[in-house]
């Protein structure tokens, strides 16, 4: 099956730096990939939509300038979080969608774990 | 407003029993709706996919239900092992290839 990687799979980083998180669809090509955040016994919210070569789509309270999305390759899109601070301590995970897949099947990553001191 | 209602509380059965979750949903009309796994501590994998139009779909020991109707999905593990122990997530498509995720719900399989 299709394959997505996400890297790295766990940060720990200082209040105030920034964190690149990458997610890469290994064998399959996705105009569109989905960025998520779960905490911990809760569901997987949707933060914003990633499409490549335009700008990305953010969901309702979630800003984008906290949150910076780029999708400069059919392969890769990239989810910076800028000024990190504790609250934004959570498991993110992209997720894909094949150009060929059937109707609706995402595959998702691994996750990143993102710890903020 | 929308929301996916699955039960929060753990699921515990026997191996061997056939494991039923469900997933409510109230306010939407959505095309299809989905049901994945998620292990801890990693991304959830896609199970199986059932449109609207579908009452039932299979695929190995899985069986998802869909109930327009009643606004309710039902997702049945038969023959249940311990290796089936995970949660269960069911999800709910909305425009763009969005989906919507419910809460999900925690099954444990039992020796």
């Known amino acids: 099956g299709a394959v997505v990687s996400q890297h790295p799979s766990r940060v720990i980083c200082k209040s105030g730096t920034s964190v690149k998180i990458e997610c890469r669809s290994l064998?399959?090509?996705?105009?569109?990939m989905f960025w998520y955040r779960q905490f911990p016994k809760q569901s997987l919210m949707l933060m914003a939509t990633?499409?490549?070569?335009?700008?990305?789509?953010?969901e309702q309270g979630v800003e984008k300038d906290k949150f910076l999305i780029n999708h400069a390759s059919l392969t890769l899109s990239t989810l910076t979080v800028t000024s990190a601070h504790p609250e934004d301590s959570s498991f993110y995970i992209c997720?894909?969608?094949?150009?060929?897949?059937?109707?609706?099947?995402?595959?998702f990553g691994e996750g990143s774990r993102l710890t903020v001191l | 407003s929308q929301k996916i209602e699955q039960n929060s509380e753990a699921l515990n059965i026997q191996e061997g029993k056939t494991a039923t979750l469900t997933c409510n949903y109230t306010?939407?009309?959505?095309?299809?709706l989905q049901w994945y796994r998620q292990d801890p501590g990693r991304g959830p994998v896609f199970l199986l996919l059932?449109?609207?139009?579908?009452k039932e779909k299979r695929k190995e020991r899985l069986k998802v239900t869909f109930d327009t109707t009643l606004k309710q999905s039902l997702f049945h593990i038969t023959a249940s092992q311990p290796a089936d122990s995970a949660t269960y997530l069911c999800?709910?498509?909305?425009?763009?290839?969005?989906?919507?995720f419910g809460t999900g719900t925690q099954l444990k399989v039992e020796l």
């Open positions: 997720s894909a969608k094949s150009l060929a897949g059937g109707a609706g099947e995402l595959f």
């Open positions: 064998d399959f090509q996705a105009t569109t």
């Open positions: 990633s499409n490549e070569g335009s700008k990305a789509t953010y």
């Open positions: 306010n939407y009309s959505p095309a299809y």
């Open positions: 059932i449109r609207e139009n579908e």
């Open positions: 999800a709910l498509a909305g425009g763009g290839n969005k989906l919507t």
